[in-house]
């Protein structure tokens, strides 16, 4: 089994900034992509980036220019750093991450860490 388990929420004034981190841990041979989403209050999740194994970043154009994303495969964790921030960033970011769990495992399993809540005030 694979727990991933975000840290970094927080509330903060518009225009601020945050870093969220996201480490994973159990049962892994090698995580291929992980990335970001975020759900607001009514709305349904959305993607907010996501970084290759290779380092490949994409993501929303909601967010471009403001956050970025960066990962450290030694310690198996993903990181959003997140500058600029307006109200509407307010929402549950949820880390996600695709893993395979061991070498014979070719087929990589999605899973998701329980969220962390980033509240920004006007």
């Known amino acids: 089994q694979v727990q991933l388990v975000e840290s970094g929420g927080g509330l903060v004034q518009g225009g601020g900034s945050l870093r969220l981190s996201c480490a994973a841990s159990?049962?892994?041979?090698?995580?291929?992509?992980m990335g970001w989403y975020r759900q607001a209050p009514g709305k349904q999740r959305e993607l907010v980036g996501g970084?290759?194994?290779?380092?490949?970043?994409n993501y929303a154009d909601s967010v471009k220019g403001r956050f970025t994303i960066s990962r450290d495969n030694a310690k198996n964790t993903v990181y959003l750093q997140m500058n600029s921030l307006k109200p509407e960033d307010t929402a549950v970011y949820y880390c996600?991450?695709?893993?395979?769990?061991?070498?014979?495992?070719?087929?990589?399993?999605?899973?998701w860490g329980q969220g962390t809540q980033v509240t920004v005030s006007s």
């Open positions: 159990g049962s892994i041979f090698r995580i291929n992509a």
């Open positions: 970084i290759s194994s290779g380092g490949s970043t």
């Open positions: 996600n991450a695709l893993v395979r769990v061991s070498m014979v495992t070719i087929r990589p399993t999605e899973y």
